[in-house]
Structure formats: structure tokens, C-alpha cells
């Protein structure tokens, strides 16, 4: 594949996009486990949702 | 199922769960596939090897605007409806949203340099691209510095659904004023100028990255959800505490 006289601009615009990508997926994941671990932190210490509760 | 059914915020966290690893394996594959072909594209005639960043910019342009028109959608949920994950949508969308035109708006200029000579310049598909950029970091504002949720959700939902009369503006930008940026060339009417050649891998591309914002959507939905749940449980945590 030659990318011609133009390379460094083709190049950057896929090294840009694949960041941003890489940003928003780490974001997403790091997010979820961090929701998650306090989620869980909570219920340990015996905090439940009101739909949970009994009665 | 009914549309409905979808309501329920922990009914739609058990579909996710299910969902979430054939949109990834589709995804994955999908790029794969569209990555090959874009590689393997031939060179336009006049733009050379450049047109390859056709296969990021135009999706990532229609996934800014598909954005906003997903936030516009949820923002009458918020208001009208006021459907229980109308917000979570809306809020989960904009980064997102935010991001893809970002990318639009960098590649667009990467290209336009070997193309017209220049990173930028003031022509309305530009600048209303622009507009967007600013609009979703306005929504971003509202949603991330509002101290009580339920304002901020509102406030961000007027804005999305004034800010949904710059899409109109974005597509026929081309059509109403005499830009630089070049007219539609894939959605018109006479069909597409882009030969088949180049038109398919840039639709497979097109295709990867909504299945990606999709996916990334849901997932922040999900993390949405996690989040007001964390919220409510410290605030009855706190009730506790002074009861």
C-alpha cells in the first residue's frame, strides 16, 4: 500500500481517530468498574435500593 | 417485547448484558472487514491516497449528527414523555456525540490541507460543523456542573432540541451557500458519485462506527444507570444516618 506524497496526513488522521476511539472506550469501561465497585461497596455496608426493600 | 418494556431501567440493564458482546463481536468484525477494504481502495483520481480519510470523516460526520438527533429524540422523552431513561440516553449520548465530530472536525481539517491548501477555513459546512462541536460541549456543561440532576437534565434538553435546527443547517450548508466543502455525494437525489470502488468500504466503514456508537451508548447508558443508583443509595445512606 503507498500512501504517496500525503502519507503523514493520512497517517494522522487515523492515529487522531483511533485515539479519541481508544479514549471513549477506556472511559466507558473504567466508568463501569468504577460504578460497580462503590455499587458493591454500598450493598456490603448494607445500603439496598428502595425496590429492594421488604415491606 | 413492547417498546415499553424497555422502561424498566433494570429490565433494560439485563438486555444490555445480552446484547453487549454480539455488538462488540459485530463491531470488531465489521472494522476488520472495513478496514481491509478501505486499505485496499484504489486512489482517486484527482486527491491521490488522501481519499482514505474519506473512510474516517464521513462516518464520523454522520455519527455527530446522528448524535444530536438521538439527543433531540431523547430531550422530548425528558420533556413531553418524561420517560424514565429518555435522560439517561440523552446524557449518555453526548460525549459520544461529542467525540465523533471532534473526530470529523480534525480529519476533515487533515485532509483539507493536501486537498485545498489550507487546515481550515470560515465556509458554513465548517463552521455549523463547528457550531455542533460547541453545542455538545454546552450540553456537556449543563449536564456536569448542574447541582441538582434533575435541572441539569432539563436544561440540557432545551438545548438539545434548539440546537437540532443547526442539522438542517449542516446537511444543505452545501446546497444554500457557495462553500468550499464539496456538495452531497453519497445521499442525493440521482444516486451516489462515488464509484463503487471507494463507495464500499466507505459504507461498511459506516457502518462499523455506528455499530461502535452504539455499543459505546449503551454501554454509557448502562454506566448512567449504575451512577443514579449509587446516588439514590448515599442519599437514603444519608437519611439513615440523620433519622
Sequence with gaps: ?55 | MAVIDFANPTRFLRIVDRLMPWLIAATVMLFAIGLYRAMNAPDDYQQGATVKIMFLHVPAAWLGMFGWALMSVAALGTLVWRHPLADVSGKAAAPIGAAFTFICLVTGSLWGRPTWGTYWVWDARLTSMLVLLLLYLGVLALYWTAEEPGRGARAAAILSLVGAVNLPIIKFSVDWWNTLHQPASVFRVGGSTIDPSLLTPLLIMALAFTLLFVTLHLAAMRNEILRRRVRNMRLMQAQEAHA
Excluded: C, P
Design chain 1, 1 to 55: 500500500m503507498n500512501l504517496g506524497s500525503h502519507a503523514d496526513f493520512i497517517v494522522a488522521a487515523y492515529a487522531v481517530a483511533l485515539f479519541v476511539v481508544a479514549a471513549l472506550i477506556a472511559w466507558v469501561l473504567l466508568d463501569y468498574s468504577t460504578q460497580r465497585r462503590i455499587l458493591e461497596d454500598l450493598e456490603e455496608r448494607g445500603v439496598t435500593r428502595r425496590s429492594r426493600r421488604k415491606g
